[in-house]
């Protein structure tokens, strides 16, 4: 199986996702000098003929290690639906997210992590897991703060605590002859997922060091970012950041300038360390949203939701790296070639890191394709 092969790898991925819907013409498909071009300016990054915004100017000193899809027509243009689709690779059905497809065939059995955790500042109740079951849900981490309850009740002590356990387990077989074994599998989860978290617990102990800090920034999203590179290095499957506050309907430009701000050095420096550290090559960078912003500025300074023609950024493991895949025509109106959508991207993503997402599930008696059979992986993106 799929699994069994995969597990072996070590590969793993970071997803920065800004929420909202960042601009493509404020970021990674800069129109300046055109009628919604907007005021700043396109420069040159570390690809030659490669330009993308000057609001990310750290950025594109590293975009040798990252590539550029420009031509996605998700052809969406709701928050919910956007992000739904990016993240499960279909525009409808219950199936599961990104993360948890990483953690159910990347993930080992020995991993001392959660296999899809997300650090966020809001926290949505999704289904991320679908039919994977509850073991390969999302874990959400409200910011740098650690889980709750990760230490033992004061009157118990470790061995105690294993006797429990036991008798837990004692409990569960009658239980487990009189219900489905899915059930009791996503009931086991729960205990697996905080028995791991209880022993790895010191990864949450203590601040970032006042280097890293000066590096990344103080702000929460560099914190963010520093816990994702800690979380990585710590044997993570899939961990996902987000940064929120890119529904720019107003002051488009202002807010572009200080959202972006803030995104730019922390990510450069989590990029720059994941390569100094010999990671880059087995993980997998994407930076998502769930769909990107008008050309046509409208009479509040801002741009709407905008599905038709927009841009993601991929890199690392099994991506071709300095590429640009696709384009808008001048004004950014619409995709004038290479034209993909977010099924292609969700091939994309998994065949990167090894997985033929034409083959179905590891799901006893169901037949389910892997990604969606009416797309398929962007061939001259991978490596």
Not at 188 to 216: T, V
Not at 274 to 298: A, Q, Y
Not at 325 to 334: F, K, L, M, S, V
Request: proline letters at 6%.
């Amino acid at each position: 199986m799929q699994a069994d092969r995969l597990r072996q790898s070590g590969k793993r991925i970071l997803q920065i996702f800004l929420q909202g819907g960042v601009s493509q013409l404020e970021s990674w498909d800069p129109k300046p000098g055109t009628r919604y071009g907007g005021p700043f300016r396109a420069i040159p990054t570390s690809v030659p003929g490669m330009h993308i915004s000057e609001l990310l100017p750290h950025t594109a000193r590293r975009m040798h290690h990252l590539s550029i899809v420009r031509s996605i027509n998700s052809k969406i243009n709701d928050h919910r639906q956007g992000m739904l689709y990016m993240e499960r690779g279909r525009p409808a059905g219950d199936f599961p997210y990104l993360g948890s497809v990483a953690s159910k065939y990347l993930a080992g059995p020995e991993a001392t992590l959660p296999g899809y955790i997300h650090i966020t500042t809001r926290g949505l109740n999704d289904q991320t897991a679908a039919f994977l079951g509850a073991q390969h849900a999302e874990l959400t981490l409200r910011g740098v703060q650690p889980p709750d309850n990760l230490q033992l009740p004061g009157q118990l002590d470790p061995e105690l605590d294993a006797q429990r356990e036991s008798l837990r387990r004692q409990f569960d077989e009658p239980f487990a002859r009189r219900r489905s074994n899915a059930e009791l599998a996503n009931y086991d989860a729960a205990f697996k997922q905080a028995e791991l978290l209880m022993a790895r617990k010191k990864i949450f102990a203590g601040e970032a060091s006042p280097r890293d800090l000066e590096r990344y920034g103080t702000h929460d999203f560099a914190k963010y970012c520093l816990l994702a590179r800690t979380l990585l290095e710590n044997g993570a499957t899939c961990v996902k950041v987000t940064h929120h506050g890119y529904d720019s309907h107003a002051e488009n430009f202002n807010f572009h300038l200080e959202q972006l701000e803030e995104f730019d050095k922390p990510f450069s420096m989590l990029l720059d360390d994941l390569h100094d550290r010999g990671m880059l090559d087995s993980t997998l960078v994407l930076i998502c949203s769930e769909f990107g912003r008008t050309p046509k500025i409208n009479t509040k300074y801002g741009r709407d939701h905008w599905g038709t023609a927009w841009s993601t950024v991929l890199g690392g493991c099994g991506v071709q790296p300095g590429a640009i895949i696709g384009a808008t025509n001048a004004e950014g109106t619409e995709v004038a070639d290479r034209e993909v959508d977010s099924g292609h991207l969700f091939h994309t993503y998994l065949r990167a890191v090894g997985l033929d997402t034409y083959a179905e599930h590891d799901l006893p008696g169901r037949s389910i394709p892997i990604g969606d059979p009416a797309a398929e992986e962007i061939g001259e993106l991978l490596s």
